[in-house]
């Protein structure tokens, strides 16, 4: 069998509804990149006291798997965090081993996202062409990440929605607490941030979020 239409053994309902069901509080996945573990642990307290439930530590870095074991035994009342740039199922057995709940990659690798259905971690991989998009459903794959956000555009992801209305998109790259109404209002599920929360603007985003209207 071709290995692009080959599906996850995780069904897609079941990541679309781990997403789903914490980012509805609050629509944002904070993104914790290239801090110390000390800095990583305050940034993801003051996500969950404001509310958020996903938290993502980028693995890209050799101290990515300690900093994200740091915030994974911090993390309170059981709340999942993720690791991100998880790009092959290498990296996706490093994030499982420091405790990640979930995982997020910029792009579409068929191998990693087999390798996350077979260990039952809910996956988030990027997209930026219709293509992509509908590769990312016949892996069985209905949530997905758009990736560079800055670049594609609010009217990119509703545009997208036409063609593909079964998948949900969460934004990352370039989003700012100026233009996260305007992607929630074209459809968009969620928003990955980083810059903007750990340069102090949490609150202000938050607020945003909560009344996209």
């Known amino acids: 069998m071709d290995p692009t239409t080959t599906p996850a053994t995780e069904p897609a309902a079941d990541w679309t509804g781990f997403f789903a069901t914490h980012l509805d509080p609050v629509p944002l996945i904070v993104i914790l990149r290239g801090l110390s573990e000390r800095d990583a642990v305050a940034a993801a307290r003051e996500a969950w006291d404001a509310g958020v439930r996903l938290v993502e530590v980028t693995l890209e870095s050799e101290a990515g798997p300690a900093v994200l074991d740091a915030v994974v035994r911090a993390a309170p009342g059981g709340l999942p965090v993720g690791a991100g740039t998880v790009t092959t199922p290498e990296r996706l057995d490093a994030a499982a081993a420091a405790g990640a709940r979930f ?12 390798a996350a259905g077979h260990r039952g971690i809910p996956f988030l991989p990027g997209i930026a062409t219709p293509t992509e998009a509908g590769q990312a459903l016949r892996l069985g794959v209905a949530t997905v990440k758009a ?3 800055s670049t594609l555009g609010p009217d990119w992801v509703r545009a997208l929605a036409g063609p593909f209305p079964e998948l949900s998109v969460i934004v990352t790259g370039g989003v700012t607490t100026d233009t996260a109404r305007a992607y929630l209002r074209a459809g968009a599920a969620g928003i990955g941030v980083g810059g903007a929360v750990t340069g102090g603007g949490l609150a202000g985003l938050v607020r945003t979020v909560r009344t996209p209207g």
């Open 103 to 114: 995982a997020v990659a910029p792009g579409l690798d068929t191998d990693t996202v087999a």
């Open 147 to 149: 990736f560079p956000a």
